[in-house]
């Protein structure tokens, strides 16, 4: 049978808020808030780091398919809750200053535990919570919730960090560097360490498992998906919106290397950033279960075109604080807006019900492979044109990759009218 709106205690959606950012704390957050930190503290550059993200990639692409009917044969508390514990297990390995080869190595499993262990089951989790009506709402607060507790996390690790900074407020000495860095994993590792053992013993639905679909992904089922006009102008809309996602990723270095900033004033910055997201989730989750989502969807890159011209356009410098932050923030919205909304619009691109999860896992497979290249091409031009120049060449590419989405939700916004009509 479909699911019904559902009534949870504040603990389940609590829980699912911090659970759904804090497996993906140690790979992505700390990496976004203290990128310079990262690049000099394991003596890497920018096209080697995004290769380790490259393999994360490789690995979650397989998982997304095959983490769905994962889901369907266990309790999501039980999967997040151990994603959750091994994840945060890998810290240990990520703060003793691992080698090149054994980052990349760390990434893959980071892919296995995050994605193949716990990404559908947090989906699974997040629809039950929704039920039929509340899918923008649920998906919403999921994603603003967790904007937040990444911002909280950034704000922590940040508090960390300054710790070990000089009174005179100069730069941080490599061994400083190094020092600093590992305590924020260790803090944030044992933190996502109990978050995942709460999951496991207290995310308990108000649904019995026997009453949800099951809704398992088969070679049928997949053909299905496929033949709805919807799902590939979905998979384009996610694939753009996703890059423009990774790219965000490199405010903090643009903060360090392009305005002037010192690491921890850097790291702040990232933190900002991170703050903007919960208050757009919550904004547009609301606004969605009231309009057409994919007006709101278009708005969303529209803006994250008009911020990225302003950062490649070369009009930010160290003098332009006010101009820079406000750069930032017309981006976060736009980026942060489409990130929310590109699975709340399935209902309104006719995907039923009983296959959400079989669109999910197949939009994924091809939405979520900047996973595997948005690094590696961020990293070429970052490195290959040091300075100001690389970082404006990236933000072209934000320009370009939002022209796409932009286009492409046009399209699902005149065939979803279409579908009304009919």
Same mark, same amino acid.
């Given at each position: 049978?479909? $699911?019904?709106?559902?009534?949870?205690?504040?603990?389940?959606?609590?829980?699912?808020?911090?659970?759904?950012?804090?497996?993906?704390?140690?790979?992505?957050?700390?990496?976004?808030?203290?990128?310079?930190?990262?690049?000099?503290?394991?003596?890497?550059?920018?096209?080697?780091?995004?290769?380790?993200?490259?393999?994360?990639?490789?690995? =979650?692409?397989?998982?997304?398919?095959?983490?769905?009917?994962? /889901?369907?044969?266990?309790?999501?508390?039980?999967?997040?809750?151990?994603?959750?514990?091994?994840?945060?297990?890998?810290?240990?390995?990520?703060? #003793?200053?691992?080698? %090149?080869?054994? %980052? +990349?190595? %760390?990434?893959?499993?980071?892919?296995?535990?995050?994605?193949?262990?716990?990404?559908?089951?947090?989906?699974? /989790?997040?629809?039950?919570?929704?039920?039929?009506?509340? +899918? @923008?709402?649920?998906?919403?607060?999921?994603? @603003?919730?967790?904007?937040?507790?990444?911002?909280?996390?950034? /704000?922590?690790?940040? %508090?960390?960090?300054?710790?070990? =900074?000089?009174?005179?407020?100069?730069?941080?000495?490599?061994?400083?560097?190094?020092?600093?860095?590992?305590?924020?994993?260790?803090?944030?590792?044992?933190?996502? =360490?109990?978050?995942?053992?709460?999951?496991?013993?207290?995310?308990?639905?108000?649904?019995? /498992?026997?009453?949800? #679909?099951?809704?398992?992904?088969?070679?049928?089922?997949?053909?299905?998906?496929?033949?709805?006009?919807?799902?590939?102008?979905?998979?384009?809309?996610?694939?753009?919106?996703?890059? @423009?996602?990774?790219?965000?990723?490199?405010?903090?270095?643009?903060?360090?290397?392009?305005?002037?900033?010192?690491?921890?004033?850097?790291?702040?910055?990232?933190?900002?950033?991170?703050?903007?997201?919960?208050?757009?989730?919550?904004?547009?989750?609301?606004?969605?279960?009231?309009?057409?989502?994919?007006?709101?969807?278009?708005?969303?890159?529209?803006?994250? !075109?008009?911020? $990225?011209?302003?950062?490649?356009?070369?009009?930010?410098?160290?003098?332009?604080?006010?101009?820079?932050?406000?750069?930032?923030?017309?981006?976060?919205?736009?980026?942060?807006?489409? *990130?929310?909304?590109?699975?709340?619009?399935?209902?309104?691109?006719?995907?039923?019900?009983?296959?959400?999860?079989? =669109? !999910?896992?197949?939009?994924?497979?091809?939405?979520?492979?900047?996973?595997?290249?948005?690094?590696?091409?961020?990293?070429?031009?970052?490195?290959?044109?040091?300075?100001?120049?690389?970082?404006?060449?990236?933000?072209?590419?934000?320009?370009?990759?939002?022209?796409?989405?932009? @286009?492409?939700?046009?399209?699902?916004?005149?065939?979803?009218? *279409? #579908?009304?009509?009919?």
């Amino acid at each position: 049978m479909d $699911a019904k709106p559902q009534k949870h205690s504040i603990t389940y959606i609590l829980l699912l808020i911090l659970a759904g950012e804090a497996v993906f704390i140690l790979p992505f957050v700390l990496a976004r808030v203290f990128r310079a930190t990262v690049l000099d503290v394991f003596e890497i550059n920018n096209t080697e780091l995004g290769f380790c993200f490259s393999i994360y990639g490789l690995v =979650a692409l397989v998982s997304y398919l095959f983490g769905g009917p994962l /889901a369907d044969k266990f309790p999501p508390r039980k999967l997040m809750g151990v994603a959750l514990v091994l994840t945060a297990l890998g810290g240990l390995v990520y703060a #003793n200053n691992p080698s %090149l080869v054994t %980052l +990349q190595v %760390l990434y893959g499993f980071w892919g296995f535990t995050t994605i193949f262990l716990f990404w559908a089951a947090m989906i699974k /989790a997040t629809r039950v919570w929704g039920g039929e009506k509340s +899918q @923008g709402k649920a998906f919403g607060f999921l994603d @603003g919730g967790r904007g937040l507790v990444g911002a909280l996390f950034g /704000a922590l690790g940040v %508090l960390i960090f300054s710790l070990f =900074a000089p009174e005179n407020g100069s730069e941080l000495s490599p061994e400083q560097q190094a020092e600093a860095f590992t305590s924020v994993i260790y803090y944030s590792s044992a933190i996502v =360490a109990i978050i995942g053992v709460l999951v496991f013993f207290f995310l308990k639905s108000d649904v019995a /498992a026997e009453e949800i #679909n099951k809704e398992k992904i088969t070679l049928n089922t997949i053909k299905t998906v496929l033949k709805l006009p919807s799902v590939p102008l979905l998979m384009i809309i996610i694939l753009c919106a996703y890059v @423009g996602y990774k790219i965000t990723d490199i405010f903090s270095l643009y903060a360090n290397v392009v305005m002037g900033y010192n690491e921890v004033d850097a790291a702040k910055t990232g933190t900002f950033l991170l703050f903007i997201r919960p208050v757009v989730g919550v904004v547009i989750g609301f606004l969605a279960d009231r309009s057409r989502a994919s007006v709101y969807l278009m708005i969303g890159f529209v803006l994250s !075109v008009l911020g $990225a011209i302003l950062f490649a356009s070369g009009v930010l410098h160290e003098g332009t604080t006010l101009l820079f932050f406000l750069s930032i923030i017309i981006t976060a919205v736009g980026v942060y807006a489409a *990130r929310v909304l590109y699975f709340a619009v399935m209902k309104e691109g006719n995907i039923p019900l009983y296959l959400t999860g079989t =669109a !999910v896992g197949v939009i994924s497979f091809i939405g979520y492979t900047p996973d595997i290249f948005a690094g590696p091409m961020i990293g070429y031009f970052l490195d290959g044109m040091p300075g100001r120049a690389g970082h404006e060449a990236v933000f072209w590419l934000l320009a370009a990759f939002s022209a796409v989405g932009l @286009g492409a939700s046009v399209l699902f916004y005149r065939f979803s009218l *279409r #579908n009304d009509k009919a």
